[in-house]
């Protein structure tokens, strides 16, 4: 079945990095477009980027990671990535990927806490 498997998460002050890894399995990955989503206390679950399958790999990202975060796959390892740079409070929150559009599967999502 459809599985996805985040890490990478953790506790870190407002500037600093983190690399998200999502591990995928049930699916023909490298022919599907991949996605980070992310959900934060109290508001609806957002899309944050996403990857386009194939050669193409083109990327599209929310307006508040712009210039920030950098999605990015390996077809080889049935994974993909998200850069996050100069982390800012307002990104906490629980990360998932999925495919775009979303399957019905969701992973347990990876805590992200960005302190001030």
């Known amino acids: 079945q459809v599985q996805f498997v985040e890490s990478g998460g953790g506790l870190v002050q407002a500037g600093e990095s983190l690399r998200l890894s999502c591990a995928a399995s049930?699916?023909?990955?490298?022919?599907?477009?991949m996605a980070w989503y992310r959900q934060a206390p109290g508001k609806q679950r957002e899309l944050v980027a996403g990857?386009?399958?194939?050669?193409?790999?083109?990327?599209n990202y929310a307006d508040s990671v712009k210039g920030r975060f950098t999605i990015s796959r390996d077809d080889a390892k049935s994974t993909a990535y998200l850069q996050m740079e100069r982390l800012r409070p307002e990104d906490t929150a629980i990360y998932y990927c999925?495919?775009?559009?979303?399957?019905?599967?969701w992973g347990q999502g990876t805590q992200v806490t960005v302190s001030s």
């Open positions: 999925n495919t775009r559009p979303t399957s019905r599967a």
């Open positions: 049930g699916f023909p990955f490298e022919f599907r477009t």
């Open positions: 990857i386009i399958s194939g050669e193409d790999r083109r990327t």
